[in-house]
């Protein structure tokens, strides 16, 4: 064949590929997204996350086997961005935008809540569907206002089953939970606790703060201070100024006991950072050994070095145009959104492939959203009925200013993955597992034993004290006794005869020296009376012992010998007071009294037989002196 015959077939050739390829892309349909992201405004986070959108549908337009329905049929995918300034009026602007001019087929982003809320309830209404990057109110899991809201960010409410598998972990049975009343950990933290309840484990403490006032050390002190005292185990579902706040407190007065877990404690405002540095926070150090729970969306490859370079590269072109400064980082966001325009791209994929018409490939694509499950890198993504991507975490400990994972938690597995090859370093700074609970526990069953033994010494000792105490005073009192009886006369024992006792008794038993007197004596003559004009005159009479014929002198000469008598009783009876001790044999063996207990008894003795005497006089000395008394009565005249 000739050389010019063989060049015109090839260029014929030539010809009807691209009239085929004109024909294929005549039917082929440009599937728009419009992604929504803040690059300035409070969270300026797209001017480091956008470049993930060129860098990922560069990556599914490359991709003709997983993405065989959308480029083998000639189909493209492409997208445009708006700037939402994270503003809710701005939002809606811009959404707003998009839709009237019929440019795009579904909504990527936003990420700021405030924006989400109005994007959310347009786009329902319009019957597009958007899918976040970024919101994580828990309201918008709620189908029924937002029907075609999806989300590749899992709400905070997904980590109850991560704590309740950390506390099975490491067994402890109590804890204090701490939050803030922001919507963002409302929410997650009631349904925490209610889950943590139902489980089996105790919330002693359910502390919610403002947002402003855990600022105020001083006005926070004593509450932490009791949930400190009541738990060991502390879990913040709060920002990072309040986990700072208790830091400042007690981060240098925590025990081995002592355990502090906190979720996505880095998020500012709503945003994670994997990697600590000096702006964040003037004293790194402050938060040694807390386990951080964060949300998985770096990848765990090699590979995501290479994606965060294109999207440092995409950034500088079109149609963005931001080129990133050297000290600037890719944000973890941008897995997000690179994840959530995966996600519309498989369910597309998915609605094509079943042959659906192009002009119903919207309306058949948001059921298909909620049955779309894929694997970027090593993070899968499966959606559940509420639109939410099922979660998975990654566990930090902050160590050395940095943070070491530590486990990876998937929530269809339901299990905590921990490193084999890493140790944890506690708030006490060791690395053994934290106790959870005082060292005798909380109902000090760990060491009732200690206690029962602890009883039965001092049982062992009361009694010993008890006997040395009875027998010291036994031995004091018989000290006390012997003084008592050697400090009276020598003389004890001595032989008294039972003469001188007999006239011990003889003595005592006479009235010998009682003087008597009547009412008649001479010392008591009734005066003279005057009644009734007459004069009654009593004539001194004799006393019953003159009557008897003795004179006056005789009669005082015997009382006086009487006297005499008395006293030598009462020397004798001082002398030879005595109690008996023993007779035998006809002699009487005596314990003489003290001198002083004598004369103070017998001087008692005295006293009362000189009062007796006085009141009772003998009746027949009365009748007796009754005889001789004469009485002459005279009558005066007038």
């Known amino acids: 064949m000739p050389r010019g015959a063989a060049r015109n077939i090839r260029h014929l050739a030539l010809l009807l590929l691209l009239l085929l390829q004109f024909v294929v892309n005549a039917d082929g349909r440009n599937f728009r997204l419009g992604v929504l992201a803040p690059v300035s405004g409070s969270w300026p986070v797209g001017r480091t996350i956008l470049g993930a959108a060129t860098v990922t549908v560069d990556e599914i337009m490359s991709d003709a086997s997983d993405f065989s329905a959308i480029v083998g049929s000639g189909h493209s995918l492409s997208f445009m961005y708006e700037n939402t300034d994270c503003n809710a009026a701005t939002g809606l602007e811009r959404i707003v935008h998009l839709w009237s001019a019929g440019h795009v087929d579904a909504f990527i982003g936003p990420g700021c809540d405030d924006v989400c809320y109005g994007c959310a309830l347009l786009a329902g209404k319009w019957g597009m569907p958007i899918i976040s990057w970024g919101c994580m109110l828990p309201e918008f899991s709620d189908k029924t206002t937002f029907p075609t809201f999806y989300r590749t960010v899992s709400p905070y409410q997904y980590t109850s089953q991560l704590v309740i598998g950390l506390m099975r972990h490491y067994g402890w049975r109590r804890l204090a939970l701490i939050t803030v009343s922001d919507p963002l950990w409302q929410l997650a933290s009631r349904l925490t606790k209610v889950e943590l309840q ?354 006056n002198n005789s009669y005082f000469n015997r009382m006086d010998k009487e006297v005499q008598a008395a006293k030598q009783r009462a020397e004798f009876e001082v002398k030879w007071d005595v109690e008996v001790t023993q007779q035998r044999d006809n002699k009487v063996y005596v314990k003489p009294a003290t001198p002083l207990e004598s004369v103070q008894r017998k001087t008692k003795q005295k006293s009362r037989e000189v009062a007796e005497q006085k009141k009772h006089v003998s009746l027949q000395e009365q009748k007796q002196a009754l005889d001789f008394t004469r009485t002459d009565k005279v009558e005066f005249g007038r």
């Open 198 to 551: 139902e489980a089996g484990f105790e919330v002693h403490d359910y502390l919610v703060f403002d947002v402003l006032e855990t600022r105020v050390a001083d006005s926070v002190k004593h509450v932490y201070q009791d949930a400190v005292n009541r738990s060991r185990v502390i879990l913040f579902y709060a920002h990072l100024d309040e986990v700072t706040t208790f830091m400042q407190l007690y981060g240098g007065n925590l025990d081995d006991e002592y355990a502090v877990l906190a979720i996505d404690m880095f998020l500012k405002p709503y945003a994670q950072t994997l990697n600590l540095t000096v702006e964040r926070t003037t004293n790194i150090n402050l938060y040694e050994g807390i386990i951080n729970i964060v949300a998985q969306g770096q990848p765990n490859i090699n590979g995501y070095a290479d994606f965060q370079d294109g999207v440092r590269n995409a950034m500088a072109k079109e149609p963005f145009n931001m080129p990133m400064e050297p000290w600037e980082r890719v944000d973890v966001f941008a897995s997000y959104l690179r994840q959530a325009i995966l996600l519309y791209a498989h369910a597309l994929n998915a609605t094509l492939a079943r042959g659906v018409a192009i002009d119903n490939v919207t309306a058949a694509l948001i059921p298909e959203l909620f049955a779309t499950s894929f694997w970027d890198t090593t993070d899968p993504v499966r959606m559940n009925s509420y639109g939410d991507k099922k979660p998975s975490y990654v566990l930090y400990n902050i160590r050395n200013g940095s943070q070491v994972e530590i486990g990876t938690f998937l929530s269809s597995d339901e299990k905590i993955d921990f490193r084999d090859d890493v140790s944890i370093t506690w708030p006490s700074g060791r690395t053994d597992r934290p106790t959870g609970e005082p060292r005798c526990g909380w109902e000090n069953e760990h060491c009732e034993h200690e206690h029962n033994n602890n009883y039965a010494i001092v049982a062992s000792i009361a009694c010993v004290c008890g006997s040395l105490v009875i027998s010291g005073l036994a031995i004091i009192i018989y000290r006390l006794k012997n003084a008592k009886i050697n400090s009276r006369p020598k003389n004890m024992g001595q032989e008294i005869p039972r003469s001188a006792l007999e006239l011990q008794k003889l003595m005592n038993s006479k009235n010998i020296g009682k003087k008597r007197k009547n009412k008649y004596h001479k010392d008591h003559a009734r005066q003279p009376i005057q009644e009734k004009g007459m004069e009654k005159v009593v004539q001194p009479v004799p006393t019953f012992k003159q009557k008897m014929g003795e004179s």
